[in-house]
């Protein structure tokens, strides 16, 4: 199985990423080959909505989301991995998600699929405060990437009440749960 991991936090080894790297290493423990895109370290533009989106395919822009594209297409399972910024996903995590706005446009529109293969699909999210309600717009969002690309909403793991760098490493119950949603994948 390919699992991957899609980090959208812009903090470099803070909660979502430990968060994100305990499921990888579950799934990996069981045998999946896993890999991690780290949205804040590869270069892309937002969604322009362009006029002439292609019909059938990938957006036109060519940056790093090009590769994003594929590797999704590739994988059996998605973690998408962010942390909730202002009630909802990060920047990084939803320009990710705009990107995807031709894929939307060929499968809803022109009724053509173009991520073939049925995917796993996993979201991972954690915030400061705790305002459950903040959650639940971010998982909306996240349900409906999921059924752009062909990704069954399978799994969630929210962790509310986690703000410092680190904090998370100060719960190993839910590294550990972190840990064996990974490996159930």
Known sequence: MKVLGINGSPRRDGNTNILLDSVLKGARNNGSEVEKIVLNDIEFSPCQECENMPNDRFCIIEDDMQTVYKKIEEADAIILASPIFFGSLSAQTKMMIDRFQCIWRS??????????????????????????????????????F???????????????????KKAILKQPKLLKTAFNLGVKL
Do not use: M, P
């Open 146 to 164: 999921f059924v752009t690309i062909n990704a069954d909403y399978k799994e969630e793991l929210f962790c509310s009440g986690i703000d410092e």
């Open 107 to 144: 499968k809803n529109i022109l009724r053509k699929q173009v991520f073939e293969k049925r995917k796993i699909g996993v979201f991972i999210s954690v915030e400061g405060s705790n305002r459950k309600d903040f959650f639940d717009n971010a998982r909306s969002i996240v349900k409906n």
